[in-house]
Nanobody, 123 residues
Framework: QLQLVESGGGLVQPGGSLKLSCVAS????????IGWFRQAPGKEREGVSC????????YYADSVKGRFTISRDNTKNTIYLQMSSLKPEDTAVYYC????????????????WGQGTQVTVSS
């Protein structure tokens, strides 16, 4: 299984930007698809975005489309989530996960998960 570690979370003002990183290690897999999920206290986990190994297929939830951008640098085994025009409703713990496929709707039954990173959008 892939080991995944997220970073980049923090406190940001509404309208601001934040870039999350997810570093993958511990596997010799040739290809792997990554999804970003988020969960706020008392709320259901939401699939935010996903990307295939090549980067040719991506998906965004309607709630973030046009504001978030997913990308990856396979030479660094790192997947990114660039978040812009942030809203208080984006406040959540964000997780990256090794998923089976990047399709809509995203499901949360992943092979492995990162530990999560807190994103708080508040003035």
């Amino acid at each position: 299984q892939l080991q995944l570690v997220e970073s980049g979370g923090g406190l940001v003002q509404p309208g601001g930007s934040l870039k999350l990183s997810c570093v993958a290690s511990g596997s010799t897999l040739n290809y792997y698809t990554i999804g970003w999920f988020r969960q706020a206290p008392g709320k259901e986990r939401e699939g935010v975005s996903c990307i295939t190994n090549s980067g040719r297929t991506v998906y965004y939830a309607d709630s973030v489309k046009g504001r978030f951008t997913i990308s990856r640098d396979n030479t660094k085994n790192t997947i990114y989530l660039q978040m812009s025009s942030l809203k208080p409703e984006d406040t959540a713990v964000y997780y990256c996960a090794h998923i089976v496929a990047c399709v809509a709707p995203m499901h949360g039954d992943a092979y492995s998960w990162g530990q999560g990173t807190q994103v708080t959008v508040s003035s």
